[in-house]
């Protein structure tokens, strides 16, 4: 369970600010709806360059961009940053499905970069930006610094800046006021240096509505993200935890992985209800052609849109089947798609990680 790395050297963040209208934190009362909850749209990024990627993963990644995007675009509308010099091969890649927009960036991980929608009890719009400074300045986002803005202003949506620097893969939300967040990104001194995890609450609390956080330890240092929740358990439905179990005692996330399921096995939601934990194994094999130390071998990160789960296949038969059967069951309302994407998986992430859902 190996989560992307960093392939260039950092530079420094950039304030976007363009007088596009903020809203004070106190004028509002928003909340982060579940993943599941019905989408206006889908945010990606067609981010991948040879600068970070190398030369031969960025064809390939750029392929299972174009292949994330036209699945989800069967079921909700796709937004795709672009850059401009990249426009044609982004247009003849994902075809008429997928709408580009023209915009600068550094990288494909839309969950991190991209704003966090919110709503209001009115069902006013919020976009949450959580600061992005590269993954505690590990990578290169001088222009992705800016992307929460942008997609806020696109989506018309109140931008909203949050007193805190985290990312969109580093939260998991049930819609019903329960968030699972793990220490080891959130309260990382890269991220919030001094910053109280009573605080840190304080300031979620304000932004996505939370009332209660279940905190899994993770683990700092084994990745670029320091241990994103988005990799080890998501909400199914309010109540159900579907989370990511490391077999292998040599593996650097077994233990955490075992110190996560008794965590969520005792844990209590915002609305009083005990935990329930389906344990999704990882493959014990995947394709060869693209594997590397960093490739991102689970099944926990697929993505929850409209009508769909959009999840990723490794090519070891019985756990791939394994794996849509149980997504099956706990999305028994939905399709489950599954999906080759070798070349991501190789840069460490997956389909959550390039996307990021707008609420309808």
């Known amino acids: 369970m190996v989560r992307r790395r960093a392939r260039s050297k950092r530079s420094g963040s950039s304030a976007a600010s363009d007088g596009y209208k903020r809203q004070a934190l106190d004028q509002a009362s928003w909340r982060m709806p579940d993943e599941g909850a019905p989408h206006a749209a889908t945010w990606m990024a067609f981010g991948a360059s040879a600068a970070i990627w190398g030369g031969k993963l960025l064809p390939v990644a750029r392929d299972n961009l174009a292949t994330i995007a036209k699945a989800i675009a069967a079921y909700e509308r796709v937004n795709m940053l672009v850059r401009e010099e990249d426009h044609d091969i982004a247009a003849r890649l994902c075809g008429p499905s997928v709408s580009l927009v023209i915009r600068p960036v550094d990288d494909v991980w839309m969950r991190d970069t991209g704003p966090v929608f919110v709503r209001d009890p009115s069902g006013q719009l919020g976009a949450v930006g959580f600061n992005f400074n590269g993954w505690g300045n590990k990578q290169r986002h001088a222009l992705d610094a800016g992307v929460a803005e ?14 805190l620097v985290l990312e969109g893969g580093g939260i998991e939300v049930d819609g019903e006021g329960t968030a699972i967040i793990t220490e080891s990104c959130v309260l990382n001194p890269n991220r919030n240096a001094g910053v109280s995890k009573d605080k840190c609450e304080a300031e979620l609390s304000r932004v996505l509505g939370l009332e209660k956080i279940i905190w899994l330890p993770g683990i700092a240092g084994k990745d670029i993200t320091d241990g994103h929740t988005d990799f080890y358990a998501r909400f199914a439905s309010p109540g159900v935890v579907v989370a990511g179990f490391e077999q292998d005692p040599s593996s650097f996330d077994h233990a955490v992985t075992k110190r996560h399921l008794e965590i969520l096995r005792g844990a209590v939601d915002a609305k009083g209800r005990r935990l329930e934990a389906v344990v999704l194994h990882g493959p014990s094999t995947w394709r060869a052609k693209y594997g590397n130390k960093d490739f991102a071998a689970g099944y926990i990160n697929f ?28 999305f028994a309302d939905r399709e489950v798609i599954q999906l080759n994407i070798d070349g991501i998986a190789a840069g460490g992430g997956g389909i959550h990680c390039t996307t990021q859902q707008q609420p309808r």
């Open 150 to 163: 942008h997609v806020a202003r696109a989506a018309k949506a109140t931008f909203v800046k949050a007193d």
């Open 303 to 330: 993505y929850v849109c409209n009508g769909a789960v959009i999840a990723p296949e490794f090519g070891d038969v019985a756990a791939d089947r394994n794996a849509r059967d149980i997504l099956r069951e706990l």
